[in-house]
Nanobody, 118 residues
Framework: VQLQAFGGGLVQAGGSLRLSCAAS????????MGWFRQAPGKEREFVAR????????YYADSVKGRFIISRDNAKNAAYLQMNSLKPEDTAVYYC????????????WGQGTLVTVSS
């Protein structure tokens, strides 16, 4: 499975961005699609995930009510709509696929930088 994330950029606080993640290869092996982020000097943290088949979602408390994760099974794509962005949302955002067989996020995209200016 190959994942490619894109859509990052520079935005002012309070603005919005939409990240996309395109999946290719053995996508049938993906159970969840998740978004993670890593800010400078910090550890990578979970942001949101969506079950590929059912569409059930789960969010980190820090983004709940502001971010929306979605997927398009026909396009093998996942999205992260980020609204009411804050400077603390600045990070490199990664999409990841959770492997049905291992239960781990075995598949990772290359990351896309989101910078929120105050």
């Amino acid at each position: 499975v190959q994942l490619q994330a894109f859509g990052g950029g520079l935005v002012q606080a309070g603005g919005s961005l939409r990240l996309s993640c395109a999946a290719s290869g053995r996508t049938f092996s993906i159970y969840h699609m998740g978004w993670f982020r890593q800010a400078p000097g910090k550890e990578r943290e979970f942001v949101a995930r969506i079950v590929w088949n059912s569409g059930i979602t789960y969010y980190a408390d820090s983004v709940k009510g502001r971010f929306i994760i979605s997927r398009d099974n026909a396009k093998n794509a996942a999205y992260l709509q980020m609204n009411s962005l804050k400077p603390e949302d600045t990070a490199v955002y990664y999409c990841a696929g959770r492997n049905k067989r291992t239960g781990e996020y075995d598949y990772w995209g290359q990351g896309t930088l989101v910078t929120v200016s105050s």
